[in-house]
């Protein structure tokens, strides 16, 4: 079963950045869809971005134009650059395969003060 790591969370103020990174225990950045979720208190888990094998990206309408999801094939890393965070985006983030079908990691806390 693949492991999923994710890290670079932490606490900013609103209008800062971050850069999360996630390393899978298994080779597969480089061939999966990979995507980024977050899940803040009280509600659901929600898909952020998303990006095919192909390098195709989507995202959010909250994140739109602030968040850039990227992978590092040769490290098997997958990142999402956070910016211009505002106190919403608080949450902690996760990163799976696409249709989230590997066990879930501890995620990694962002917190944004307003």
Not at 15 to 26: Q, T, Y
Not at 33 to 38: H, T
Not at 47 to 74: E, P
Request: hydrophobic share 30%; charged share 15%; glycine share 10%.
């Amino acid at each position: 079963q693949v492991q999923l790591v994710e890290s670079g969370g932490g606490l900013v103020q609103a209008g800062g950045s971050l850069k999360l990174s996630c390393a899978p225990s298994a080779t597969v950045v480089s061939i999966k869809p990979m995507a980024w979720y977050r899940q803040a208190p009280g509600k659901q888990r929600e898909l952020v971005a998303r990006i095919t094998s192909g390098g195709t990206t989507n995202y959010a309408d909250t994140v739109k134009g602030r968040f850039t999801i990227s992978r590092d094939n040769a490290n098997n890393t997958l990142y999402l650059q956070m910016n211009s965070l505002k106190f919403e985006d608080t949450a902690v983030y996760y990163c799976n395969e696409i249709y989230g079908r590997y066990s879930w990691g501890q995620g990694t806390q962002v917190t944004v003060s307003s």
